[in-house]
Antibody, heavy 119, light 107 residues
């Protein structure tokens, strides 16, 4: 069974940093592209970032997080990460790790981890 | 960036009804269009990919059609578990973008 389990969310002050992790199991992690998607309270879905399966040199970001967030992966540990710096109140959201079916279709989602940016 | 616009934003329907949700892209995206639904407190779930392909395990009452800029999600006979919010998403190019959502409620 495919499982994606996010962790690392919490309360952080504006300007602070946080690193989210996503532990993958039940599938050959190293062969799948992965993404992060978030959802602000009461709002819709926002794609944030993509990383290719075997090449950590191929990453893409939404303009809203470019230069502040960094996606990475450790295929030996079956883990995906999102380093978030210079956090703002508008980054408050539930953050989901998603498996990419191959062409940008998100066929598996974690349960999400909540990030709250507030003083 | 490619903008995705769904209509309607909300919809009331009854069990057994046939329902359609439309999604329009601001530029052509071929068939790189995916549909999800999300129930309160849960993660989204992929229903349809590449406009018309049914994701494994999704009931056949769900179907998708369209290409270019205009797409449709159809639920042939609503079931109680289908009341949720539906999102379209383009995967033609990054940044991948979602529609604003269509909330399907019980009449």
């Amino acid at each position: 069974e495919v499982q994606l389990v996010e962790s690392g969310g919490g309360l952080v002050q504006p300007g602070g940093s946080l690193t989210l992790s996503c532990a993958a199991s039940g599938f050959p992690f190293r062969t799948y592209n992965m993404n992060w998607v978030r959802q602000a309270p009461g709002k819709g879905l926002e794609w944030l970032s993509y990383i290719r399966s075997s090449s950590s040199t191929s990453m893409y970001y939404a303009d809203s997080v470019k230069g502040r967030f960094t996606i990475s992966r450790d295929n030996a540990r079956n883990s995906l990460y999102l380093q978030m710096n210079r956090l703002r109140a508008e980054d408050t959201a539930v953050y989901y790790c998603t498996r990419d079916r191959g062409w940008g279709e998100f066929d598996s989602w974690g349960q999400g981890t909540r990030v709250t940016v507030s003083s | 960036d490619i903008q995705m616009t769904q209509s309607p934003s909300s919809l009331s329907a009854s069990v057994g009804d046939r329902v359609t949700v439309t999604c329009r892209a601001s530029q052509t995206i071929s068939t790189y269009l995916n549909w999800y639904h999300q129930k309160p407190g849960e993660a989204p779930k992929l229903l349809i990919y590449t406009a018309s392909s049914l994701q494994s395990g999704v009931p056949s009452r769900f179907s998708g059609s369209g290409s270019g800029t205009d797409f449709v999600l159809t639920i042939s006979s609503l079931q109680p578990e289908d009341f949720a919010t539906y999102y379209c998403q383009q995967s033609y190019s990054t940044p991948y973008t979602f529609g604003q959502g269509t909330k399907l409620e019980i009449k």
